[in-house]
């Protein structure tokens, strides 16, 4: 995303919150019911109103880019028609966002540069384990480096 001010980048954030939440709408994920999209509109009516309406300490790009992963990790890294119309929507508004794979990335770079990348970590190294999206070396490679930035953080 180009150098925006935080009013820009909030704005353009909150356009693709309400494309997360458009696109759950119209195609709940696999096992969601009306308690779970409930939750995830409530949630991402909160991430919304942290990115516009900030307490003033926190009305800057570090406390946007941990909201920013907040709102992009499940369509980062989910699956389906509901990922696939959030990416197709936010391409035809050019809002600037793009979809990556932080895993393959963490995994070539051999290094968590930071606490959002941890914190992803964390969440997803289980559950990818029992998916079968990384494999046993993948996982030790991992469970290694998030070790290894554990020493540093302390």
Not at 49 to 55: I, V
Not at 124 to 147: C, F, R, S, T
């Amino acid at each position: 995303m180009a150098k925006l001010n935080y009013k820009e980048q909030a704005n353009a954030l909150s356009e693709a919150i309400d494309i997360a939440i458009d696109s759950v709408k119209k195609f709940p994920p696999k096992g969601f019911d009306e308690t779970h999209l409930n939750h995830f509109i409530t949630t991402y009516l909160e991430f919304k109103n942290n990115a516009l309406n900030p307490e003033p300490q926190y009305r800057n790009s570090q406390s946007l880019a941990y909201i920013k992963s907040d709102v992009f990790t499940y369509f980062q890294e989910g699956s389906g028609d509901a990922v696939n119309d959030f990416w197709k929507q936010v391409g035809e508004r050019n809002l600037g966002f793009l979809r990556e794979n932080k895993l393959v990335k963490i995994l070539k770079r051999e290094k968590i540069k930071n606490r959002i990348e941890y914190d992803f970590l964390i969440d997803v190294i289980v559950p990818y384990q029992q998916e079968g999206l990384i494999n046993a070396a993948e996982a030790k490679q991992l469970a290694k480096m998030l070790a290894e930035f554990e020493k540093k953080m302390h």
